[in-house]
């Protein structure tokens, strides 16, 4: 039977865990069920707070605490109005709290922006960043060397020292050759990763990097310093070279986006919550207001899964938990709920496809109220018992602000607490 504290999550990215992450560690039975894996996979394993505001200014935000108390006074639908500014404080320090204490910390703070390069040689806007990338902070003037692997697939030491060079950054680039890698047939982050937790492997990469330092004062690698939530393999390679040594993440999958997940996962398995990948949720069954089951496939027939509470945190449209259907109408995918999206489709993108003020379609989500119950109109929620977080939630363009990890973890953050009273 379940009781007034049990809550079930659909979604396992950054907001889904976050909040389930919250309501076990106050002792609420909390569980999370999801098809596959969120966005920690793929995306850089940073905290994108505010990056760009307005989303057309070319220049990024220097201080995110300053520029989020604008936005919100500018937008009072966007998630960010529903946390306020000391709410994403309050997510961001107890999130930097739990990495530190699992060996892996986080820097940054809402006061100041780190500035740090991208796999193509662009100025990337973040937050918090791991200890593993803040030596590559564009804003010091230290000259830098990019080392690719050559048997390491889409990441070009050139292409992102060219670039910066062109911005004014002091940078040469180096691709080595590793013998041990060319035995196998192919290479991902993961599979480096998982080599550069042998000392003999990294013993090698210095003999190649260190003769060709030159000025260098820092060293820029792609994300494979270790699959797991540590700084042993960035500090052996400082030792070993004498500079520090920083990570530049590329494309899928993502380590330090995996260790953040891994990190987060212990945390809710430590303290009694569980989660269950494989899960996909496909529809509801509800009475009076209430859903009183959420339905996972199953091999014989949909499996029901019965709590007092439930979020949504299944991600937009780009995460596939909000779907269009061909009348132009669009919905969330488990619960049915109604999405906020222009009524025309072709309101849904400016004309121009480069357009410096993104398309409407991405601001698509479900419009919640003070408690983040998803509704229907006015303040009324659809269902009693339900919540959502994430970027499930609409009135924001998540990717062109850069605040994708921003608003999953205050909005995940908040609804937990929430739940958890």
Same mark, same amino acid.
Request: hydrophobic letters at 40%; one cysteine or more.
């Given at each position: 039977?379940?009781?007034?504290?049990?809550?079930?999550?659909?979604?396992?990215?950054?907001?889904?865990?976050?909040?389930?992450?919250?309501?076990?560690?106050?002792?609420?039975?909390?569980?999370?069920?999801?098809?596959?894996?969120?966005?920690?996979?793929?995306?850089?394993?940073?905290?994108?707070?505010?990056?760009?505001?307005?989303?057309?200014?070319?220049?990024?935000?220097?201080?995110?605490?300053?520029?989020?108390?604008?936005?919100?006074?500018?937008?009072?639908?966007?998630?960010?109005? /529903?946390?306020? !500014?000391? @709410?994403?404080?309050?997510? &961001? =320090?107890?999130?930097?709290? +739990?990495?530190?204490?699992? $060996?892996? %910390?986080?820097?940054?703070?809402?006061?100041?922006?780190?500035?740090?390069?991208?796999?193509?040689?662009?100025?990337?806007?973040?937050?918090?960043?791991?200890?593993?990338?803040?030596?590559?902070?564009?804003?010091?003037?230290?000259?830098?060397?990019?080392?690719?692997?050559?048997?390491?697939?889409?990441?070009?030491?050139?292409?992102?020292?060219?670039?910066?060079?062109?911005?004014?950054?002091?940078?040469?680039?180096?691709?080595?050759?590793?013998?041990?890698?060319?035995?196998?047939?192919?290479?991902?982050?993961?599979?480096?990763?998982?080599?550069?937790?042998?000392?003999?492997?990294?013993?090698?990469?210095?003999?190649?990097?260190?003769?060709?330092?030159?000025?260098?004062?820092?060293?820029? /690698?792609?994300? !494979?310093? @270790?699959?797991?939530?540590? &700084? =042993?393999?960035?500090?052996? +390679?400082?030792?070993?070279? $004498?500079? %520090?040594?920083?990570?530049?993440?590329?494309?899928?999958?993502?380590?330090?986006?995996?260790?953040?997940?891994?990190?987060?996962?212990?945390?809710?398995?430590?303290?009694?919550?569980?989660?269950?990948?494989?899960?996909?949720?496909?529809?509801?069954?509800?009475?009076?207001?209430?859903?009183?089951?959420?339905?996972?496939?199953?091999?014989?027939?949909?499996?029901?899964?019965?709590?007092?509470?439930?979020?949504?945190?299944?991600?937009?449209?780009?995460?596939?938990?909000?779907?269009?259907?061909?009348?132009?109408?669009?919905?969330?995918?488990?619960?049915?709920?109604?999405?906020?999206?222009?009524?025309?489709?072709?309101?849904?993108?400016?004309?121009?496809?480069?357009?410096?003020?993104?398309?409407?379609?991405?601001?698509? @989500?479900?419009?919640?109220?003070?408690?983040?119950?998803?509704?229907?109109?006015?303040?009324?929620?659809?269902?009693?018992?339900?919540?959502?977080?994430?970027?499930?939630?609409?009135?924001?363009?998540?990717?062109?602000?850069?605040?994708?990890?921003?608003?999953?973890?205050?909005?995940?953050?908040?609804?937990?607490?929430?739940?958890?009273?």
């Amino acid at each position: 039977m379940s009781t007034k504290n049990d809550v079930l999550v659909v979604g396992a990215g950054l907001a889904g865990l976050t909040a389930v992450w919250q309501l076990a560690t106050q002792q609420k039975k909390a569980r999370l069920v999801s098809k596959g894996w969120g966005a920690t996979h793929w995306h850089s394993g940073c905290i994108d707070v505010l990056g760009y505001y307005p989303i057309d200014e070319s220049q990024p935000v220097e201080s995110p605490g300053v520029t989020l108390a604008k936005l919100i006074a500018d937008q009072p639908e966007h998630p960010y109005a /529903l946390v306020g !500014v000391a @709410g994403v404080e309050e997510a &961001l =320090t107890m999130f930097q709290t +739990l990495c530190a204490e699992a $060996g892996y %910390p986080l820097h940054g703070s809402l006061d100041k922006n780190w500035l740090l390069p991208s796999a193509v040689g662009t100025f990337r806007p973040t937050c918090l960043a791991p200890e593993t990338m803040i030596a590559g902070d564009l804003r010091r003037d230290d000259p830098m060397l990019i080392v690719g692997i050559k048997q390491l697939v889409d990441f070009y030491p050139n292409i992102v020292a060219e670039n910066l060079v062109k911005q004014g950054v002091e940078a040469a680039h180096l691709m080595l050759d590793m013998p041990k890698l060319a035995q196998r047939n192919f290479n991902t982050p993961v599979s480096i990763g998982s080599m550069m937790e042998q000392p003999s492997f990294r013993s090698d990469l210095v003999r190649f990097i260190k003769p060709k330092l030159g000025k260098a004062k820092r060293v820029g /690698l792609p994300a !494979v310093l @270790g699959r797991y939530p540590s &700084l =042993t393999i960035k500090n052996d +390679l400082e030792k070993q070279l $004498g500079v %520090p040594v920083f990570e530049i993440p590329g494309l899928p999958p993502s380590l330090p986006g995996l260790r953040l997940h891994a990190i987060l996962l212990q945390a809710i398995e430590r303290a009694g919550g569980r989660v269950y990948h494989g899960l996909e949720g496909v529809g509801i069954e509800s009475e009076e207001g209430m859903v009183t089951a959420v339905f996972t496939e199953a091999a014989g027939r949909p499996k029901p899964h019965r709590f007092a509470r439930y979020v949504v945190a299944t991600g937009g449209i780009l995460g596939g938990g909000i779907v269009t259907r061909q009348d132009g109408s669009a919905h969330e995918l488990v619960f049915d709920l109604p999405v906020a999206l222009p009524e025309s489709r072709q309101d849904w993108f400016e004309q121009d496809f480069m357009d410096a003020k993104g398309h409407p379609v991405y601001r698509a @989500g479900l419009t919640v109220n003070a408690q983040f119950q998803p509704v229907n109109g006015g303040s009324q929620p659809v269902y009693g018992n339900v919540y959502a977080a994430g970027t499930t939630l609409g009135h924001s363009e998540v990717i062109r602000e850069r605040s994708f990890e921003g608003v999953a973890l205050a909005t995940g953050f908040a609804v937990g607490n929430l739940l958890a009273q």
